[in-house]
C-alpha cells in the first residue's frame, strides 16, 4: 500500500522478488492504494504489481493477488459511491487492468456501506447501529452477492472477501449466499495487533466456525509497535511524517505507555519489538495469513524473520501483563 507514494517501482520489485525467494506467495492491494489516497496516486500500487507481472509472465501463477473495491467516500473513486453490484463489476475491470491480470484471486470489499467499528470509531457510541435499516443492508449484500457472481462467472475473479466488517457483517454474507446459492466470502481482513485486538475472541470465532480466514493487517499498528516513534521521533519519511486520511488516531498518550511497557518486555527477553509484536499476531488462534505493510527492503527481512520466532510461555505471560493493563490505548 506504500508502492507508488513512498515507494518506488524499482523498490516494489525488489520487494516482490525477495518476498518470492522466502515462500511469500500472498500479495494484498487495493484500487485506491498507496495511502494516504490522493486523486493522483490512486491505483499506483495495483500498477507497479502489474507492471512486475509483465516484466515476469511466467511467475504469475506463484502468487495469491488480492485487492479490494474502496467503498463510500473517495469522491475521486466513482463519484464517492457506495459498493454495488454495479460498481463491482466496474472497479474489477479497472483493477484487471493495472494489474495486468485476467483474474483476480481474492477480491473484497474494502469497507461496509454502513459505518462500522474500524479506524477508531471502536468506543461505545461511535457506530449508530439502532440506526442501520436491516432491510437495505441486506438488500445491498445481494446486489454485492450478485455482482461477485457475475465476475465469478465470467472468469475474472476466483474468490471473495471482507474487509473492516464484523461478526453480524460475516454472518449475514455467509447466511444470504448459502439461502440464495451465491458465492461465500472467504476471508476477512481487520486491524489486529498489540493495541488493537478486539476483534479477538468474538469476531474470530466467527471466522474459525464459518470456515472464514482471518487476514489481519497492521500488525504493527501502522508502524507504533515497531518502535519507530519512541521518544517522540517521527523518522522522515515514515507513516507519521505524512498526513493521514483518518489521522494519526493511535498517537495517543496511553498508546506510547504501552510501547513503553511492550519494548522493556521485548528486552527482558532479548527480543525486536517488531518481531515480538508480529511473532504474538502470528500464534494467535485463528490468524490465517498475516498482511505486513514494510515500506524498505530491510523491514520486509525483519518482518519476514519473526514467522521462524516462537514465543515462549515466558514471553506470553509477560505480553499478558501488559496487554491487560493497556487493552484498548487508542
Not at 162 to 183: A, F, M, N, Q
Not at 274 to 298: F, H, K, N, P
Request: proline share 6%; with cysteine; net charge negative.
Amino acid at each position: 500500500m506504500t508502492w507508488g507514494l513512498q515507494n518506488s517501482l524499482a523498490e516494489a520489485f525488489e520487494q516482490i522478488d525477495y518476498a518470492l525467494d522466502q515462500g511469500i506467495n500472498f500479495i494484498d492491494t487495493a484500487e485506491m492504494y498507496p495511502v494516504p489516497p490522493n486523486a493522483e496516486t490512486s491505483g499506483e500500487t495495483e500498477r507497479f504489481i502489474g507492471e512486475w507481472i509483465r516484466a515476469n509472465p511466467g511467475k504469475r501463477d506463484d502468487l495469491v493477488i488480492a485487492t479490494k473495491i474502496a467503498g463510500v467516500g473517495l469522491p475521486w473513486i466513482r463519484n464517492a459511491s457506495p459498493i454495488s453490484g454495479s460498481t463491482i463489476k466496474e472497479a474489477v475491470e479497472g483493477s484487471l487492468q493495472r494489474l495486468n491480470t485476467d483474474c483476480i484471486d481474492l477480491y473484497q470489499l474494502h469497507w461496509p456501506n454502513r459505518i462500522s467499528p474500524h479506524f477508531a470509531k471502536h468506543w461505545p457510541g461511535m457506530v449508530p447501529h439502532t440506526q442501520v435499516d436491516r432491510a437495505q443492508q441486506e438488500a445491498e449484500m445481494l446486489d454485492i452477492l450478485g455482482g461477485l457472481a457475475e465476475c465469478i462467472k465470467a472468469g475474472k475473479i476466483r474468490h471473495c472477501g471482507l474487509s473492516d466488517d464484523t461478526p453480524w457483517g460475516i454472518g449475514e454474507y455467509v447466511r444470504l449466499s448459502e439461502k440464495y446459492d451465491l458465492p461465500r466470502m472467504v476471508s476477512i481482513q481487520n486491524e489486529f495487533n498489540l493495541i488493537h485486538a478486539k476483534d479477538s475472541p468474538y469476531l474470530l470465532e466467527s471466522c474459525v466456525l464459518n470456515d472464514v480466514a482471518y487476514l489481519p493487517w497492521s500488525p504493527l499498528a501502522g508502524g507504533v509497535l515497531s518502535g519507530k516513534y519512541r521518544n517522540g521521533q517521527v523518522p522522515k519519511g515514515s507513516r507519521w511524517s505524512i498526513g493521514q486520511r483518518n489521522g494519526l488516531f493511535r498517537d495517543t498518550p496511553m498508546t506510547h505507555e504501552a510501547i513503553e511497557a511492550y519494548a522493556t518486555v521485548a528486552e527482558r527477553h532479548g527480543l525486536s519489538l517488531t518481531q515480538m509484536a508480529l511473532a504474538w499476531v502470528y500464534q494467535t488462534e485463528g490468524v490465517t495469513s498475516t498482511i505486513i505493510g514494510a515500506t524498505s527492503l530491510s523491514q520486509l527481512k525483519e518482518d519476514i524473520e519473526a514467522y521462524h520466532l516462537q514465543l515462549s510461555q515466558e514471553v506470553l505471560a509477560d505480553i499478558n501483563i501488559v496487554f491487560r493493563k493497556y487493552p484498548v490505548p487508542f
